[in-house]
T-cell receptor, first 114, second 112 residues
């Protein structure tokens, strides 16, 4: 099992550019989510999905879109990058949406928006 | 008040020392709690789950005080490899899913 994979590892964007952060898992997990981590603020939930075709907003969804066409993939799209979106982005997955489930995190994507 | 608060540290301790971190949470309805470990520039990984009053796993002990709304993590006989940031995590129902509310983390540095 590769677990949760994320690409790219690093990315530099200019303000206004768009891009897609990829996330995939091979554990047949129904629940997937995206978090961003900023210094001193902990991780914050951006969007989540409880299964293919179902997505919902998290705590900080503005400026991001997601889709879940398959169980395995959960891409995060930045529509028009802003410097405030400079952060480390983690994708996570778990077998179900139960809060007793262990969340497995991908290695992260470091994004710098100039 | 932040939902989950931790002392950011760093806690600098010698090898073999015992060190404890506290984490306070604001949601009195929370039933489950987690400690995640995050190494520098890496993803968080689950260290321990706490569902009742506490949990012990080798050198690590987590305790829950519901009345005072805090969770503690005790590390005995610290090793160099314990150096990391420890994240206190409180999950909560969020619409159809769940949301892990993370503390800012406590940094531990174990010195020889």
């Amino acid at each position: 099992n590769a677990g949760v994979t994320q690409t790219p590892k690093f990315q530099v964007l200019k303000t206004g550019q768009s891009m897609t952060l990829q996330c995939a898992q091979d554990m047949n997990h129904e629940y997937m989510s995206w978090y961003r981590q900023d210094p001193g603020m902990g991780l914050r939930l951006i969007h989540y999905s409880v299964g293919a075709g179902i997505t919902d907003q998290g705590e900080v969804p503005n400026g991001y879109n997601v889709s879940r066409s398959t169980t395995e993939d959960f891409p995060l799209r930045l529509l028009s990058a802003a410097p405030s979106q400079t952060s480390v982005y983690f994708c996570a997955s778990s077998y179900t949406s139960s809060f007793r489930e262990t969340q497995y995190f991908g290695p992260g994507t470091r994004l710098l928006v100039l | 008040r932040k939902e989950v608060e931790q002392d950011p540290g760093p806690f600098n301790v010698p090898e073999g020392a015992t060190v404890a971190f506290n984490c306070t949470y604001s949601n009195s309805a929370s039933q489950s709690f987690f400690w995640y470990r995050q190494d520098c520039r890496k993803e968080p990984k689950l260290l321990m789950s706490v569902y009742s009053s506490g949990n012990e796993d080798g050198r690590f002990t987590a305790q829950l005080n519901r009345a005072s709304q805090y969770i503690s993590l005790l590390i005995r006989d610290s090793k160099l490899s314990d150096s990391a940031t420890y994240l206190c995590v409180v999950p909560a129902r969020y619409n159809a899913g769940n949301m892990l509310t993370f503390g800012g983390g406590t940094r531990l540095m174990v010195k020889p």
